[in-house]
């Protein structure tokens, strides 16, 4: 069996992935974790940090055995998934349009982070994750939930994530966050090509497709400075997909505001949707830092409603 995360790999992905496979190991089911892409860096803190090797990157699952993560959308899948014999899902995004043919396990909650999920799919089995397994979906948690401090954190990531702490012998959580966001916001010789696609994730709405990435950053200097550079590439990726609007959200993990960055058949839409003005490829988004919940609902809403 395979446990696969979604395109564009992030925190949650990645250790969701290699988290679940653990589990399914320790239950006797042979697993192994997969990506579809390289991991960012702040994954790769993660991996660095717990001592663990990076999962092998597959991008062709047809006739295999697969159970996926952190997604349950055929668009954040590998091209040839529908040709794939789908076990489960765990995710804690809104439900996706994948249809299986056979019944199949779902555990998908309205929680922070999928790795919550995983966390107490190990309780429910009365399994425990390994240390340098507890220390990666501790991690994914933090990442996901930018520190406890986003809106879609519950009382159960805030649990998990302690819980996740004290296995991996992780005492100070804070400190650990710290030097993560660290490694997320090092970005000053990323190429802004690389950049735009950094946790993208396409939406398709009344027929037209949305392209959405994320930099959660300590400080949005250095992406700024990037801005019209990645400009020039959001453009280039809207022509060759066909994109109804290409957008990037700047995150401030500090401040918790968001900047957009767009390209857009109707930028104006999509802003107005948001509250929001669209001024030289940019819009403001005080006190956003949820895509899943203070963006895609309010753009579905716009453009299906």
């Not at 970005?187 to 994320?214: N, T, Y």
């Not at 960055?261 to 006190?287: E, Q, R, W």
Request: hydrophobic residues 40%; negative net charge.
């Amino acid at each position: 069996m395979i446990v696969l995360g979604h395109q564009n790999p992030d925190c949650d992905s990645l250790c969701s992935a290699i988290g679940l496979a653990s589990l399914f190991n320790k239950m006797g089911k042979t697993a192994t974790p997969a990506l579809q892409g390289e991991p960012n860096p702040e994954a790769l803190f993660l991996l660095e940090q717990s001592g663990l090797p990076q999962p092998e990157i597959r991008t062709e699952v047809a006739g295999e055995e697969i159970f996926i993560v952190d997604y349950s959308d055929w668009g954040q899948g590998t091209e040839d998934m529908k040709k794939a014999h789908i076990l489960g899902i765990v995710d804690h995004h809104k439900l996706g349009d994948i249809t299986t043919s056979a019944p199949l396990e779902c555990w998908i909650w309205p929680v922070g982070c999928s790795a919550t999920i995983v966390y107490n799919m190990y309780k429910f089995n009365n399994h425990t994750p390994d240390a340098p397994v507890a220390k990666m979906m501790m991690g994914a948690i933090i990442s996901d939930t930018v520190n406890f401090q986003g809106p879609t954190c519950t009382d159960i990531d805030v649990v998990a994530a302690k819980e996740l702490a004290e296995i991996a012998g992780v005492e100070d959580i804070q400190a650990f966050a710290e030097a993560q966001f660290e490694a997320k916001s090092d970005i000053k010789s990323v190429p802004a090509a690389e950049l735009i696609l950094r946790d993208q994730k396409v939406f398709e709405m009344a027929g037209e497709k949305l392209a959405i990435g994320q930099l959660e950053l300590t400080s949005l200097d250095t992406a700024l400075t990037k801005k019209d550079d990645m400009l020039a590439e959001m453009e280039k990726l809207q022509a060759a997909k066909g994109y109804h609007s290409t957008i990037v959200l700047l995150t401030d993990i500090n401040k918790l505001d968001t900047v957009a960055i767009i390209v857009s058949k109707d930028a104006d839409k999509v802003a107005k949707s948001l509250n929001s003005s669209v001024a030289n490829n940019t819009f403001d988004l005080p006190g956003v830092v949820s895509r899943k919940k203070q963006i895609i609902p309010f753009l579905q809403n716009a453009f299906e409603g």
